[in-house]
């Protein structure tokens, strides 16, 4: 059973565009939600996160929105930027460091 | 945030052979974990590491099958024992750091490994 889904998996966006990756998730007990990016070679890099009892949480070009009534939540990034290019990740856990996580969605920034 | 270094980086292994994967971290952490992703699978937690007690384990995952060692605050070992095609994954090691915003994992680069 998959409890965090990434029904996209691959985007492509214009350069200076928003882009908008969706999460579902489907255990209410989740409380922090995270967004990772991953490079080529390279482990995850921690991007933002939420807590639960908020519906947004801002850094800089990204932004983070949980709509908990729909158990979804999504990662906007405006401008979107060529070094924005890379596979996205989210994943939510209940207060413990056991993370669950999605499939990942490949985010494609055209020049 | 912590940097994290793992070895080898990529490692190509004959079935039933082991592979032991290194973890080093940079400074004291209390916990570190060790993850896998399956190709065009998700990231999955196999273990929490524990330093001066035996790893803890998620279901699917057992001692015999990935045994870790933790001999101190700043690294670990997982090992990949009798291997199979089954076994090609990425490994990642990981640990928990502080933000501003809160406590979130970080990971190191990851292992690449195929087994065939």
């Known amino acids: 059973d998959q409890q965090v889904k990434q029904n996209s998996p691959s985007l492509s966006v214009q350069e200076g565009r928003i882009s908008i990756l969706n999460c579902d998730y489907t255990n209410s007990m989740f409380d922090y939600f995270l967004w990772y990016k991953k490079y080529p070679a390279e482990g995850p890099t921690f991007l933002i996160s939420?807590?639960?009892?908020?519906d947004k949480n801002e850094d800089g070009r990204f932004t983070v929105f949980l709509n908990k009534s729909a158990k979804h939540l999504s990662l906007h990034i405006v401008p979107s930027q060529p070094g924005d290019s890379a596979v996205y990740f989210c994943a939510a856990h209940t207060g413990t460091y056991k993370y669950i996580f999605g499939t990942g969605t490949r985010l494609k920034v055209l020049a | 945030s912590a940097v994290i270094s793992q070895k080898p980086s990529r490692d190509i292994c004959q079935r039933g052979t082991s592979l032991t994967i290194q973890c080093q971290v940079d400074s004291q952490v209390t916990m570190m974990f060790w993850y896998r992703q399956q190709p065009g699978q998700s990231l999955t937690l196999i273990a929490t590491a524990n330093q001066g007690s035996e790893a803890t384990y998620e279901s699917g995952f057992v001692i015999d099958k990935f045994p870790i060692s933790r001999p101190n605050l700043t690294f670990s070992t997982l090992t990949v024992s009798n291997m199979s095609p089954e076994d090609s994954s990425i490994y990642l090691c990981?640990?928990?750091?502080?933000?501003?915003?809160?406590?979130?994992?970080?990971f190191g680069p990851g292992t690449r490994l195929t087994v065939t």
């Open positions: 990981s640990v928990v750091g502080r933000t501003s915003g809160g406590s979130e994992q970080y």
């Open positions: 939420i807590s639960s009892i908020k």
